[in-house]
Each structure stands twice: as structure tokens, then as C-alpha cells.
């Protein structure tokens, strides 16, 4: 059976990029602009994985990934970001410190992205 | 050493020679007031001394003359003692008169008449003295032979032709008499007065002391230092007294007056002690001034020292206002400014800070959202590519990704565009294009542009033009007011109202463009033109951006010599931002005057509008292109001119002051020969929903403020 992500940005282009990338991939792929649009695809359809941006409208993403690791701890969670290492808006350290399962810089390659996806959910 | 302390040794410095010389004075006073009683008694003791000269002179001249009685050279002894016995009646001073024979024995005396011996006579010393002198001596106080009473004998010899004495004439006075005479003298109470022979045995005294008793050791002991003088000594009662004395050249007797050493000492002594007194009280006097002045002069000192230390401290120092002293006024005037001017300093070293902070926090933020802002375009291309790479071409996802592809690497584009902008800008690497033109018309132009483009149709557009000139590059002029736009959109909620103003204000042109958004910060509206300033949603993509767009509109504008302002109301109430650009006269009509030929025929034209301006305007263009122009300011004035002059077209305001432009379209459209007109709305309104309504009152065409001239004659032309 397929492995289900959501995939979670406020950027409409990189939501389907992502899609597409991972649907060729073989995974079925939820998306959603943000963590409340999230918390309410994920209890229709619960994801094995969360991908979440970290700046997002609407709610920090530090909120959707602590909602998430409450109420779904199954749920595997890789936060991606922006935020440049020189800069003090550089939030990836923080997500690692409060325990998400990977994290990614923006831009990344799509193939280290499958690569951390197949380590977490072995289909 | 305290201020007070050495004004206390000022004043004490200041009194203490006053204080030596009034001593010296008093000393002198006092030492002056002693000598002169101590001289007045001296004189005492002369007149008393002369007195009893006299007395003395007296008994001796009346001696002389009883030795020279003719009864003594013819020896008849008792015609001599008959003689003698009626002048010792005369004479109650005197004690008794013998005669002694050559040998010292006595003939006779007052009690006994010539006739037996009397024997030796007692003070042979002077009866040997008066025999060798042959004149009159005064000898001393003793006993008479018989042991009687003591007298003081003056003797006078008689001598024999041959030389050889034959009589000794002796006259005993009473040392009684000179008592007499010192009684007369009304000494003081408590004054002594002693009169002594020159065997220092008192002859008289007062108070009274027994005749021929010693004088006082101390009298004594003067006496063979001195015939007279002045001395200090004891009385033989015992008492203190100061003595002048006075030796008699003819008696060889002295006298002494005593004054009590208490009389002359006890007025010296309050002399001193009043000296004292007055010493001590100006003493008193002049520490009191001292202290005084030292606490009237130290006290505002006190004061300023202080609020320097306050002032040293960095807090706010209260400095003494009026004191009475000049200098210190004028001391705390300059310490007070210095504190100022500290304070000042500080406070702009402070802003400064607090301003490179800002800055360096706006870089950090600049740099987060340039990271941000282009690694996100990044991360949706790589992406795409990765799906491009799998995909085939018709693919759905391939043809999906082509899209992200195109639209992220426009994005990115921009980016790029404003970045190398601002930065150019920014090194003063940009060169003005400068023409001269029609402010107005440029922001209708780009105003058309953004309508067509459809990024203004979420929101109300105002304009509100009047013509006005500028020398100015058009481009950037553009560039200005597409940045506030794209400001005021960003930040204005769907459905509200955008407002622009173009026009003259002064000797200025004026753009502005207010919006009904989230307005600004309190006190953050001169912040908002620093490069790299975001507005408070800077995490939100919908307001995304680099921060560069006002920054660049604030350089522009100043680069034309123009300033730029921002103003609101506070958050939530929306933001105006203006600027202001140097005005300039209009090309002269001449100049213009070759334009191409109006291809519109001449027609009769009605202009229904309030606003001076651009009723001016329009008229100045129709008339120019050989129109028959008539205006009105407001639409009753319009439908009366209109039932007049039967125009051909006419151009109608809609925000009238009396009745709006579509009522007044619908009553020319009902008028006799309304059908054929031509109605021209003119509205700073240009949503399709307003163009809509236009069109239902009965207008043919809609321009929307500023109105261009060249889209008027197209709209003119399209009536024909």
C-alpha cells in the first residue's frame, strides 16, 4: 500500500513541484497552505509523513509540527526552510532541537528528499 | 579646609589687629588715666610742701627777729624774755622759745623767766649745726629736755663780735600745727598723707599716727633711693597705696601722699575688663557675620556641587535658580548649559545608537528575507526540474512544472531587477533623463496601464488630478508612483478605497496616493523610506518583498529635488504617502502650437464639472481643437445651460455638488432633442461597475480622471 504525505507550504508552486515529485515517486500526496489546513486534511486522511515549510501565514510553522507531534506521534515529520545559516532566522537547529525526524535547507535535491522519505516509511 | 572655616579666618584675621590696637589704646588709656591722678597728687604734694615751707618761713623770719633783739647784744636776758613771752602769745604753734648759752645750757624758756640754769638743751645736733652755719636750722622731732611733749626746735645763733657764739635762739614748733595744715588739704576718703623729718620720724599724719614714730619701711627705703619720686608700698596700717613724695629743700622734711592702690588700679581694671567685653562681643559680632556669609555663600556652592554630581551621574540635576551671589548665578548658568549640552550629546549619541541598531537589525532582516526569498524560488524550480527529468513532455505534470518554471523564474527575475535597481540607485550610478512634462498626464497614462494590467481591480481607485509641470524623467516618475501603488495595494484589503492625488500644492507638484490598509506603526512613518524596512507582515508572502520599493521611491524623489513623506493615522487606518516635486511653468502655448490638426469637426460642447481645475483644463483642449465650449459648475446651472445652447456633446462630472452627473445625463437624455446628444462621463471612479452604471444613465462614453488629452479627442472623435 502507498505511503501517504502531506506536504505543507504557502507557496502554491512549491506545493505541486513537490506533489508532482513525489507522486513520480509512487507516494499519494496531500497539500495544504497551511497548519490549519493541515491539522484538517491530516484527520480525513492521516499522513505517514509531514513536510512542512517553516514560515507560513496563519500560524508559525512550529505550531502544525507541535500540533502534529501531539495528536499524530506516528506521524514521521521532515521541516524544511528557507532561512539562511548566517542569519538568525534560521530556524532548521531550532526544529532539530524539538525533535522532528529530518530536516531540509531550501533549495534541495528532490532525490535526498526520497532518499530520507524511503529510511523513515520502507514501503 | 571648609569654606566657613576660612571665612572664619578671614574675619578673625580682619578683627584681630582692630582688637590689638584697641588693646594697646586701652592700655595706654588706662596707663594715662593712672599717671595723670598719680600727677594730680604730685601737685598735691608741692602745694602741701609749700605750705608748710610757708608755715616754717613763717616762724623763721619771726626767729631772725628775735635774734636780733637789742636786748640780747646788751645781755638784758629778761627784756629779751618779756619781748619773746608776748610774741609766743601770738603764736599758738608754737611749743615753747629758750635761750641756750655758747656751751648749749639753757637760760630761759617760756615757763621760766632768766635766772637759773635750765640745763643742756636736748637736740644738740642741730645746736651744733645752726653754731657752725650761723644761720637758722630746723632740727627734729623730739622730747624737749624736760621729757615733755615732742616739738621740732629752728634754731638761730647769736654770735659774739669776736665770732664765738654767744646765744642759740631755739623756737619748738607743735608737730600739731602741720597736722593743721594737712587736715586743710580735704584729702580722699582712704588717701594717707605723712609728713617726716629728715630722720624719717613722722612729724604729722593723716590718719593720724602718734609724732616721732618711725615712717613706713617701704617710705624709708624710697627715701635713700631718691629725695622724691613715686613709689608702691604699705602704710604702716598695712594698705596698698601708691606714693608721690616730695623732700623740702629748706626743711629737709618729706611728704608723702598715699592713694590706695584700689582707687587708681580698680578704674585701670575696668577699663580692662570693659576692653574685654566690647573685644569680645565684636569678636562674637564678626564670627556671627562670618558664619553668616559662609553658610549664604556655601549653601548655593552646596547646591551646585550637587547637582554637578547629579549631572556626573547622568541623572537630572536641579540647579539653585537666583543666589545672591553673581558669580555663583553665573557659574550655575554655564554648569547648567554644559549639562545640557552633556545631555544633549548623550541623548543624540543615544539615537544614534538605537538608529545603527535599527539598521543593523533591518540588514539581518534583509538578509533572512533575500535568503528566503530567493531560496524558495529555487527550491520550486529544483523541483520542477527533477520533474521535468521524469516526465515525459505531455505529460500533465511536465506540462505543470514548465508553468512553475516560467512563473518562479519571472519571480526571481523581479527580484533581481529591484535588487541591481536599488543597489545602482544607491551608488548614485543612475542618470536622470529630465523633460519637461505634464505631471497629470504621465499618471493617467501609467493609471490606464494598471487598469488594463487588472491589479488594481480588488480595489476602489480615486484619482483626483489637476494639471501641473515638472522636469523630470519620465521613466522614474513612473517607477515612483508603480511602487506606491504597489504598496498601497499590498497592504489595502479587497474592496477598499485607493486614492490618487496629482497637482499643484505651492510652488510644488504634488502625488499622493492613500490607502485604506493596515497603516503604519505609531512613530515608525519615517522609518518606512529606510532601505530594507518591511511592513509588520514581513514573514506573510502576500506582502513579501525585499523592503527596497520605498527606499527607492524616497531616493528617486530626491534625486529630482523632491521630498517624500509618510503619515497615518495609526495601525489599521490606513497609510498616505506624498511627494513633492519642484513645479515648473508650462511650455508656452506658442511652442505647442504646431501640433498635428484636429481631425474632430467644430462642435458645440457643454462642460458639467465643479472642480476648477480640470474644468479649465478641458476647456483650454476643446477650445484649442476649435470647439464651441461652454462650462457650468454644477448641474442645474448645466441642464439650463444645455436647454440654451443645444449643445452637440457634453462632458459631465459625477460627483457633483448638487445633483450627481447621472441625473444629470438622464434629464439632458429626456430634454427635446436630448436623444442626438453626446454625454461624456468624466469620474475618478473606473471600476467596471461604475462604467456600467454610466452607461445605464444614458452616457455614450466614460473617461476616467486625469483626463488625458489625447484620449479625449479619441473619445470625441468616437461620437462622430
Known amino acids: 500500500m502507498s505511503k501517504r504525505i502531506l506536504v505543507v507550504d504557502d507557496d502554491a508552486d512549491m506545493r505541486l513541484t513537490l506533489k508532482l515529485s513525489l507522486e513520480l515517486a509512487g507516494y499519494v500526496v496531500d497539500v495544504a497552505g497551511n497548519a490549519r489546513e493541515a491539522l484538517a486534511q491530516q484527520r480525513e486522511r492521516p499522513a505517514d509523513v509531514l513536510i512542512t515549510d517553516i514560515f507560513m501565514p496563519d500560524a508559525d510553522g512550529f505550531e502544525a509540527i507541535d500540533a502534529f507531534r501531539r495528536e499524530y506521534p506516528d506521524t514521521k515529520i521532515v521541516v524544511v526552510s528557507g532561512g539562511a545559516q548566517f542569519t538568525k532566522r534560521d530556524y532548521l537547529p531550532d526544529a532539530e532541537l524539538i525533535g522532528v525526524d529530518a530536516t531540509l535547507q531550501k533549495p534541495f535535491d528532490v532525490d535526498t528528499l526520497l532518499a530520507l522519505l524511503k529510511g523513515m516509511v520502507p514501503s | ?720
Open chain 2, 1 to 720: 579646609m571648609k569654606l566657613r572655616s576660612h571665612l572664619l579666618v578671614l574675619s578673625i584675621a580682619t578683627a584681630a589687629p582692630i582688637v590689638a590696637l584697641a588693646t594697646v589704646i586701652a592700655v595706654v588709656v588706662v596707663k594715662q588715666e593712672r599717671d595723670s591722678v598719680r600727677d594730680a597728687a604730685g601737685e598735691r604734694v608741692v602745694a602741701v610742701m609749700s605750705a608748710i615751707d610757708a608755715e616754717l618761713r613763717g616762724s623763721i623770719a619771726t626767729l631772725r627777729a628775735m635774734a636780733a633783739s637789742a636786748h640780747l647784744e646788751s645781755g638784758n636776758l629778761k627784756g629779751f624774755h618779756s619781748d619773746a613771752m608776748r610774741i609766743f602769745a601770738t603764736h599758738p604753734d608754737w611749743l615753747d622759745f629758750t635761750l641756750a648759752r655758747g656751751d648749749g645750757i639753757r637760760l630761759l624758756n617760756s615757763a621760766n623767766p632768766p635766772g637759773k640754769d635750765l640745763g643742756p638743751v636736748s637736740d644738740r645736733e642741730s645746736f651744733d649745726l645752726a653754731m657752725q652755719r650761723g644761720e637758722p636750722v630746723i632740727g627734729r622731732v623730739a622730747p624737749g629736755p624736760e621729757g615733755r611733749s615732742l616739738g621740732i626746735p629752728l634754731r638761730m645763733p647769736v654770735a659774739n663780735p669776736d665770732g664765738t657764739l654767744k646765744y642759740m635762739v631755739t623756737v619748738v614748733l607743735k608737730p600739731d600745727a602741720f597736722s593743721d595744715v594737712l587736715r586743710a588739704q580735704k584729702l580722699p576718703e582712704g588717701w594717707v598723707v605723712n609728713l617726716i623729718d629728715s630722720n624719717h620720724k613722722v612729724i604729722a599724719r593723716l590718719p593720724p599716727m602718734p609724732a616721732g614714730r618711725p615712717a613706713s619701711d617701704s617710705f624709708r627705703a624710697q627715701l635713700a633711693k631718691a629725695p622724691h619720686g613715686w613709689f608702691r608700698g604699705k602704710t604702716l596700717e598695712g594698705r596698698e597705696v601708691y606714693t608721690p613724695y616730695l623732700t623740702s629743700a629748706l626743711s629737709g622734711w618729706t611728704l608723702g601722699i598715699g592713694m590706695p592702690t584700689g582707687t587708681l588700679d580698680a578704674a585701670a581694671w575696668r577699663g580692662l575688663w570693659l576692653l574685654v567685653v566690647l573685644i569680645g562681643v565684636a569678636s562674637a559680632v564678626a564670627v556671627g557675620f562670618a558664619l553668616l556669609l559662609s553658610w549664604r555663600i556655601a549653601k548655593p556652592i552646596a547646591a551646585l556641587a550637587a547637582a554637578s554630581e547629579a549631572v556626573g551621574r547622568g541623572e537630572r540635576a536641579e540647579f539653585p535658580a537666583r543666589t545672591p551671589i553673581a558669580e555663583i548665578d553665573s557659574l550655575a548658568a554655564t554648569l547648567k548649559q554644559a549639562a545640557e549640552a552633556m545631555r544633549e550629546k548623550h541623548e543624540l549619541a543615544e539615537r544614534e545608537k538605537t538608529a545603527l541598531q535599527a539598521a543593523d537589525r533591518a540588514k539581518d532582516e534583509f538578509l533572512a528575507m533575500l535568503s528566503h526569498e530567493l531560496r524558495n524560488p529555487l527550491a520550486a524550480l529544483t523541483a520542477a526540474a527533477h520533474v521535468l527529468k521524469l516526465a515525459t513532455p505531455n505529460e500533465s505534470a511536465a506540462i505543470k512544472a514548465r508553468g512553475v518554471v516560467e512563473r518562479q523564474t519571472k519571480h526571481m527575475a523581479r527580484l533581481v531587477a529591484d535588487l541591481l535597481d536599488i543597489s545602482r540607485v544607491a551608488m548614485g550610478k543612475v542618470a536622470l533623463e529630465r523633460e519637461r512634462f505634464n505631471l497629470y498626464e504621465a499618471v493617467g497614462n501609467l493609471l490606464n496601464v494598471w487598469r488594463a494590467s487588472g491589479r488594481l481591480e480588488r480595489h476602489r481607485l480615486m484619482v483626483d488630478a489637476r494639471p501641473v509641470w515638472v522636469d523630470a524623467d519620465r521613466a522614474r516618475l513612473d517607477q515612483i508612483l508603480s511602487n506606491l501603488l504597489d504598496n498601497a495595494v499590498k497592504f489595502t484589503p479587497a474592496g477598499k478605497r485607493i486614492t490618487v492625488t496629482v497637482g499643484p500644492q505651492g510652488e510644488m507638484a504634488l502625488l499622493r496616493v492613500s490607502d485604506e490598509g493596515e497603516g503604519l506603526p505609531p512613530d515608525s512613518a519615517e522609518r518606512m523610506f529606510d532601505l530594507f524596512v518591511q511592513g509588520e507582515r514581513g514573514l506573510d508572502r502576500a506582502a513579501g518583498g525585499l523592503g527596497v520599493g520605498l527606499a527607492l521611491v524616497k531616493r528617486l524623489t530626491e534625486m529630482h529635488g523632491g521630498t517624500v513623506s509618510a503619515m497615518s493615522a495609526g495601525p489599521g487606518r490606513g497609510a498616505t504617502f506624498t511627494v513633492l516635486l519642484p513645479a515648473v511653468l508650462p511650455p508656452s502655448t506658442r511652442a505647442t502650437k504646431p501640433e498635428e490638426p484636429t481631425r474632430v469637426a467644430p462642435r458645440r460642447v457643454l462642460i458639467v464639472e465643479d472642480n476648477d481645475d480640470t474644468r479649465q483644463m478641458l476647456f483650454e483642449a476643446l477650445a484649442f481643437s476649435g470647439h464651441d465650449v461652454r462650462e457650468a459648475r454644477d448641474g442645474a446651472t448645466g441642464i439650463a445651460l444645455a436647454a440654451e445652447s443645444r449643445p452637440d456633446v457634453a462632458l459631465i462630472d459625477i460627483g457633483l455638488p448638487d445633483v450627481d452627473g447621472y441625473e444629470v445625463a438622464r434629464r439632458l437624455r429626456a430634454a427635446p432633442g436630448g436623444r442626438n446628444i453626446g454625454l461624456i462621463a468624466i469620474t475618478g471612479y473606473g471600476q467596471p461597475e461604475d462604467q456600467k452604471r454610466a452607461y445605464e444613465a444614458g452616457f455614450d462614453a466614460h473617461l476616467t480622471k486625469p483626463v488625458a488629452a489625447e484620449r479625449l479627442k479619441q473619445v470625441m472623435a468616437g461620437l462622430q
